[in-house]
């Protein structure tokens, strides 16, 4: 069974500049979540997505944002880049109910520099 | 969700069990212990998850006290690939969905 798929691996933008990060969970997984993991702050929740509808949000500006299709893929998207958003951005999926027998499984991330 | 407290670095030696502690003084009792661990560049891992019973699976087992204000990750015969960043997190099942609180966890280095 595949795993969590994130696309692209690496990524170097320009500041100002937007970015689109791509997340397959895995196979019947209908929540997906996204996590920024930053040397200074660590693992930090940023929203989660079920059944094509936010969930969850976490303390992050507007100007990150997510969408969730119809097969569960999700994207999320950041605009107007600060050199501040480079990170390891992580997605996770589970089966989405809030059974504790449904722990999250992450992808390996998208590493994002801002230059 | 419940704030956990765990040594920031550990070290084992290769085939010796590694047991890790978490500290959750304030844990509430609908709320659950999960571990985690992050290698280099890679995401965290799912290891192992309990409410107030002991659990083993093919990983490591997780002893949580009786008062629950503590637990113990285990790593039977510690190999030179467990050497990572283990997480223990508190999670209640509900609202917070899939939202989890990571700490700082406990940089585990098992030397040969």
């Known amino acids: 069974k595949a795993g969590v798929t994130q696309t692209p691996r690496y990524l170097i933008k320009t500041r100002g500049q937007q970015v689109t990060l791509s997340c397959s969970p895995i196979s019947g997984h209908r929540s997906v979540s996204w996590y920024q993991q930053t040397p200074g702050q660590g693992l930090q929740f940023l929203f989660e997505y079920f059944s094509e509808t936010q969930r969850n949000k976490g303390n992050f500006p507007g100007r990150f944002s997510g969408r969730q299709f119809s097969n569960s893929r999700s994207e999320m998207n950041v605009s107007t880049l600060e050199l501040g958003d480079s990170a390891l951005y992580l997605c996770a999926s589970s089966w989405g109910s809030y059974s504790p027998n449904s722990p999250l499984h992450f992808g390996n991330g998208t590493r994002l520099t801002v230059t | 969700d419940a704030k956990t407290t765990q040594p920031p670095s550990m070290d084992c030696a290769e085939g010796r069990a590694a047991n890790l502690p978490c500290n959750h003084s304030?844990?509430?009792?609908?709320?659950?212990v999960y571990w985690y661990r992050q290698i280099h560049s890679q995401g965290p891992q799912y290891i192992i998850h309990g409410l107030k019973n002991n659990e083993t699976n093919e990983m490591a087992s997780l002893i949580i006290t009786e008062d629950r204000k503590s637990s113990t990750l285990i790593l039977p015969h510690a190999t030179l690939r467990d050497t990572a960043v283990y997480y223990c997190?508190?999670?209640?099942?509900?609202?917070?969905?899939?939202?989890?609180?990571f700490g700082e966890g406990t940089q585990l280095t098992v030397n040969p």
């Open positions: 304030t844990i509430s009792g609908n709320e659950y």
């Open positions: 997190i508190v999670r209640v099942m509900g609202t917070s969905g899939s939202r989890l609180t």
